[in-house]
């Protein structure tokens, strides 16, 4: 496991909501909390690196979007800072409200 500082990483996420999907994996509902809204197609099929606190932390690969709050896109997350994401790893399993997702530089 890799530990990431947030000054290292591109944008910094706090987990607000996270929920089983009905056809597998997981939902994470994210809200943006440091640096910059990075571009939809930054995240889709990129990693993410979960932790909370001085804990370990896990990579997890974004699989797509859910799309049950509307159409993602860039400037919807530029104006809102919210996004929701589906992950399949296992270790997505662990993830919940609270946690802190990071996308590395």
């Known amino acids: 496991m890799t530990v990431i500082d947030s ?23 994210l809200r943006l909390r440091r640096g910059e809204a990075p571009a939809i197609k930054e995240l889709k099929s990129g990693t993410l690196v979960a932790g909370i606190g001085d804990g370990p932390e896990t990579s997890i690969m974004v699989d797509g979007f859910a799309l049950f709050g509307g159409r993602v896109s860039d400037a919807r997350l530029a104006r809102t800072g ?3 994401v589906h992950v399949r790893d296992e270790a997505a399993r662990d993830v919940v409200a609270g946690w802190s997702l990071r996308l590395p530089s």
């Open 7 to 29: 000054t290292q990483a591109k944008a910094v996420f706090a987990v607000i909501d996270a929920y089983d999907h009905p056809h597998g994996g997981r939902i994470l509902r």
């Open 82 to 84: 919210r996004v929701d």
